[in-house]
Structures are given as C-alpha cells and as structure tokens.
C-alpha cells in the first residue's frame, strides 16, 4: 500500500499542510526541531489510531488552537481508502475525544481502524526494545499484533478494564476481608481473555523468530543467530491449546493467591510477560554491543514488514525516523536494498545521505513547521 496524499491542519507545529507523497523514497530533510518527526507522527496516528511517542492526544494539537486533523489517502492493491482523525479540544467540560473516520464514515472503535494502514516504524527509540525492561517489548509485540488482528487489540483492551478491576478489589480485600469470595469471578474473566492474549502472542512469536531469524543471517552474513522467545508469566509450552493455557494461568493464579493479597496487586498473568531476544544463545540485552542490539532491532523490524505482507498481501510502508544516520553504511545499505517495493519515509538532518539517484525518491526540506518539496 501507499500513501498518496497527507493533509494536516494543526498538527503539532503545522497549520496546514497538504503534500503528495513518492510511491518509493520520500527523505523528509531539515535541522532539529524543525518538524520532520511531526509527520512520521501523523502518519503513524493513521495507522494505529495513536502517537508512536505520546499517550496524550491533546500535546499533537498545535499550541493556541482548538484541535488537529490529519486526513490521509492510500492507494491500495484493489482500492483507495481514505483516513481522517480529527481531534478537538472542547471546552465547557464536554470531553475530549478523537474521532476516526475511513471513506469519512466515522468509526464506532478505534479497533476498526487497524488494518487499514499497514505501518512500520523505525525510530532510535526502538533501541530500548533491546535495551529495557519487559514493559517495552510488550509495547513492540502489542502495537505490532493489533495492527494485524484486531480482535487482539479488543482483547488488551478488555484486559486491562478486567485487571484493574481485579486489583483495586484485591486491594480492598487487605480491608475488607469477607470480599474474598467476589475474587472468583475476576479470576475467571481474567484467565478468559488473557489466555486469548497469550495464546496470540505465541503465535506471533514464533512466526516472528523465524523471519527475524533469517533477516539477521543475512544480515550478519551468517555469523550471529538470533531467537525471539516468548518468556510468559506461567510455564507454558509450544504445543498447549488455548483451554490448556487457560488451565494453567488459573492453577497459577489459585497458587498465588496468598501472594497477591499481600502485595494488593495482580502479578502473574500476559501484563508481565517477555520476550527474550537472544543473540548466539546469549541475552542481547546483557551480552550485546551496541552495534549488535541495533542490527537485532533491524532484523526485528523487517521481519515485522515480512509478517505483515505475509497476511494481508501487501506490503506496509516504512517510518524511517533519524535511524539511517545510526547505521553504518553496510547496513544502511543492507537496509535499503532489502526494502524495494514499499513505500518508505525517511527523516534526516542532512539530504546528502541518501545516493541513490533513484528518480522515484522525492526530497522534501522542512522549516519550523513548512514543507518545501524541491
Ligand atoms: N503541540 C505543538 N504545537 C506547536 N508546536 C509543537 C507542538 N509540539 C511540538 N511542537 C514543535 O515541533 C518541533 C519539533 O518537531 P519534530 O518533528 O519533533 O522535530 P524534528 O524535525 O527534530 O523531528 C519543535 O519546534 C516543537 O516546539
Ligand atoms: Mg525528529
């Protein structure tokens, strides 16, 4: 799929913008600060319904004015589609809700935007996938999943309600103590739908280690080898069904019952899952050099691209944000030579990076919130 128009109207530091994108390379140039993330932003808003760098829908509204609206259109294998949110900040207490339409017929949920815009994003956050702790390569696994199913997003969605719910009740039964009996059926919702998570994430897991595993080889020219391997809260094998999962993770919630009202919290469940990311049979998280962690992220991320055009038979396009800078230039050129046929932005300080005198790229200078393409 490609993107062939992008309007913006105060959209962080733009007051409007309307441009045509390249069907290939699209180097989005200018010093810091100046706005090139901003787009990058915009785009991934259209895909997963939200920033890639803030939970807060109102810090995009440009500073003094009542709302943004990012309008998009794509072109795709069968048709075109065309992809608005509009966000305003109402006053008078009403509340403050983002609206998403598609072909402007407005969503009922988020949820039905996924799908549309197939996106990947490549940032030098994305490091920190490597780099931290779980709650990251949760993220990474989550956003990446429910771009591809829906159902899943719905399920997280479900089980966060569910697990808070479960936890402030856990947390009044430290007071209340004959509340006790009431923890059955939140025991019961809980394993439902986070089994359903479970289940999905290993799935993904699996097939994501594979592509990864091979992107890497190349890569590396076959010197390093690369797992993804899901690292669930309760023991779990490859071969167990969804009711075997659901089995498990309610023995393992029965058995840290005493646990959980001591701490007034839940702590076994998807909410604390992992995914090891090992490099030669080490943890690259511990054992990586920088370097390695970096090129362990990039055969993440296009496996990523493979997985998503393995099930929807298209390819999605590709946010390259200040990342081609950070790669040495065999990478850099593995990374774009591995990439022909999508759509690709990338986002730059210095135009001259990119030699490829493909006549397809479209270069595009960005000044303080103004976009010149030349
Ligand atoms: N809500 C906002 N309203 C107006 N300007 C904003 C808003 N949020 C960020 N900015 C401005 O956007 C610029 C940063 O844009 P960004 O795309 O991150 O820059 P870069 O070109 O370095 O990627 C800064 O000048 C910042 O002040
Ligand atoms: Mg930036």
Redesign the pocket.
Known sequence: MQIKNLKLRNF??YSRLDVDFSETFNIIY??????????I?AIFLCASGRSHRTSRDD?????DSGGFEVNLQLRKRDFDDEIGVLFNTVKNGSEKRKKISINEIPLKRIGDLMGHLNAVIFSPEDLLIVKQGPSERRRFIDITLSQLRPAYFYDLQKYSRILFQRNTLLKRICIQKNLVDTLEVWNKHLVKTGSRIVKARMNFIDRLNVLAGARHEKLTNNEEKLELLYDPSFKITAECSEDEIEDVFYRALIRGKENELRKGTTVIGPHRDDMQVVLNGESTKIYGSQGQQRTAVLSMKLAEIDLMQEESGEFPVLLLD?VLSELDDRRKEFLLDSIGGLQTFI?STDRGFFNRGNDEAAFFY?KN?TMQRN
């Open positions: 962080r530091n200018g010093n810091n600060a100046q706005g090139k993330t901003n787009i932003e810090e995009m509204v440009k500073y200040d986002t960005i919130g």
